[in-house]
T-cell receptor, first 111, second 113 residues
Framework: GQSLEQPSEVTAVEGAIVQINCTYQTSGFYGLSWYQQHDGGAPTFLSY????GLEETGRFSSFLSRSDSYGYLLLQELQMKDSASYFCAVREYNQGGKLIFGQGTELSVKP | SQTIHQWPATLVQPVGSPLSLECTVEGTSNPNLYWYRQAAGRGLQLLFY??????ISSEVPQNLSASRPQDRQFILSSKKLLLSDSGFYLC????????????FGQGTRLTVV
C-alpha cells in the first residue's frame, strides 16, 4: 500500500516563502506530483518530479529525494491568491499506476 | 483541445434514493479515468479507476459502483444513498499511467438528506 503525509495547515504572510513537505511510503514509485485546489474548485496540476532534484516553474518549485521518500513544494513571493489547499500525489508501479493523493495542506496567506 | 464535463454541479438527494453522476471527456482517446470523493476539508479519496471500457477497479468497499460504457464516459452510481455518501465528487482523466498530469472536472457537490 501507500501513505502520504503532509502538514494539515500552514500560514504565511504576503511576499514570504513557504515550503510544504510531503513524505511518502510506497512500494514502487513513478513520481511525485503537486496539485492546487481553491475552495470549492477542482484541483489543478502544479508540478511533477520523476527524478531527484528541483523543478522550477515561475514562483513555484518542487523538490524530490527518492532515497529519502520526501518531497516539497516551495512557493515564493506569496500572494493572497495562493491561499488554497495543496496536495502531493504519488503514482505507484504495483497499484497499476493509479494516482493517490495525500490529505492536503491548507495554506493561508495573510496580508 | 481536451475537455472534461461533469454534471450536475450540485445535487440534493434523500436517503435511499438512487444516484447517477456522469463524466465525459472530449478531445482524447483511451484515457485513464478516475472518480474521487472529498469530504469537507479533507483529501481526495480514490473511489474507482479505469484504464479502458469495462475495466474498473474499486478502491474501497462502499455503497457506490462505477461503469464505463464508452471510452470517454465514466458513470458513478448508487442504488440507495446513505447519509455518509455526502461529499464532493470529482472525475479526472489522464493520458496514461505514467502521464505527468491529471485533469479534473468541476465536481459534483452531493448532499444526502
Amino acid at each position: 500500500g501507500q501513505s502520504l503525509e503532509q502538514p494539515s495547515e500552514v500560514t504565511a504572510v504576503e511576499g514570504a516563502i513557504v515550503q510544504i513537505n510531503c513524505t511518502y511510503q510506497t512500494s514502487g514509485f513513478y513520481g511525485l506530483s503537486w496539485y492546487q485546489q481553491h475552495d470549492g474548485g477542482a484541483p489543478t496540476f502544479l508540478s511533477y518530479n520523476a527524478l531527484d532534484g528541483l523543478e522550477e516553474t515561475g514562483r513555484f518549485s518542487s523538490f524530490l529525494s527518492r532515497s529519502d521518500s520526501y518531497g516539497y513544494l516551495l512557493l515564493q513571493e506569496l500572494q493572497m491568491k495562493d491561499s488554497a489547499s495543496y496536495f502531493c500525489a504519488v503514482r505507484e508501479y504495483n497499484q497499476g499506476g493509479k494516482l493517490i493523493f495525500g490529505q492536503g495542506t491548507e495554506l493561508s496567506v495573510k496580508p | 483541445s481536451q475537455t472534461i464535463h461533469q454534471w450536475p454541479a450540485t445535487l440534493v438527494q434523500p436517503v435511499g434514493s438512487p444516484l447517477s453522476l456522469e463524466c465525459t471527456v472530449e478531445g482524447t482517446s483511451n484515457p485513464n479515468l478516475y472518480w474521487y470523493r472529498q469530504a469537507a476539508g479533507r483529501g481526495l479519496q480514490l473511489l474507482f479507476y479505469s484504464v479502458g471500457i469495462g475495466q474498473i477497479s474499486s478502491e474501497v468497499p462502499q455503497n457506490l459502483s462505477a461503469s464505463r460504457p464508452q471510452d470517454r464516459q465514466f458513470i458513478l452510481s448508487s442504488k440507495k444513498l446513505l447519509l455518509s455518501d455526502s461529499g464532493f465528487y470529482l472525475c479526472a482523466w489522464e493520458t496514461g499511467s505514467t502521464g505527468t498530469e491529471a485533469f479534473f472536472g468541476q465536481g459534483t457537490r452531493l448532499t444526502v438528506v
